[in-house]
């Protein structure tokens, strides 16, 4: 499978906890980028990468959101002291550097207890 | 007011059906327009670019506006399979990689 892979698939979680996702970019694409979307709602852009550089961050993206791709392949992203209201589903998806279309991984559906 | 704003419906259709959804959008520097379909639980997957002068895949039309700020998508000959949440996104400026998001129309098609 080429498209964009992204673990885990679910992760349910306590108040206060700490956890990361990961997301597996299509192969050579340049960037990636990071979104949130909770029910009824469309995807709400968080943040982007260009190879390793973050080169745009949403004011949705508060301090307690970091996101990294320190070789340009893969990212993460950490969600510390996890609220009820970061409960969603994270959507990563990539693109080349030449155009603008963006592919979606199958998400990590968040649930913060 | 949204940045870009869609009728969330739901559009209920029979099969065979013609139906329209339009989607708005509030940047008139936006470049690159996209519908994307989503089925439930499941990620946006693209259904078609927006380009200036129009265009058709199969049974989906895609019109641009840029005077009054608006895009299209038709669907003629609805099909059962047809049934999900119709997303439109906005690219902004050239140096912004954000989509902007609609909140979606929901299609049904009955039988």
């Known amino acids: 499978d080429t498209g964009v892979s992204q673990n885990p698939r679910h992760k349910i979680t306590k108040r206060g906890q700490n956890v990361t996702f990961r997301c597996d970019p299509i192969?050579?694409?340049?960037?990636l980028y990071w979104y949130r979307q909770t029910l009824g709602q469309g995807p709400e852009f968080l943040t982007y990468?260009?190879?390793?550089?973050?080169?745009?961050k949403s004011r949705l993206l508060s301090d307690r959101f970091s996101a990294e791709r320190p070789k340009g392949s893969f990212s993460t992203l950490e969600i510390q002291r996890t609220e009820q209201g970061d409960s969603a589903m994270y959507l990563c998806a990539s693109s080349p550097l030449a155009g603008n279309t963006q592919y979606f991984g199958p998400g990590t559906r968040l649930t913060v207890l | 007011r949204k940045e870009v704003e869609q009728d969330p419906g739901p559009f209920n259709v029979p099969e065979g059906a013609t139906v329209a959804f339009n989607c708005t959008y509030s940047n008139s520097a936006s470049q690159s327009f996209f519908w994307y379909r989503q089925d439930c639980r499941k990620e946006p997957k693209l259904l078609m670019s927006?380009?200036?002068s129009g265009n058709e895949d199969g049974r989906f039309t895609a019109q641009l506006n840029r005077a009054s700020q608006y895009i299209s998508l038709l669907i003629r000959d609805s099909k059962l399979s047809d049934s999900a949440t119709y997303l439109c996104a906005v690219k902004g400026a050239s140096n912004t990689g954000k989509l902007i998001f609609g909140q979606g129309t929901t299609l049904q098609v009955k039988p």
């Open positions: 990468f260009q190879n390793e550089a973050q080169l745009e």
């Open positions: 192969s050579e694409h340049n960037r």
């Open positions: 927006v380009y200036s």
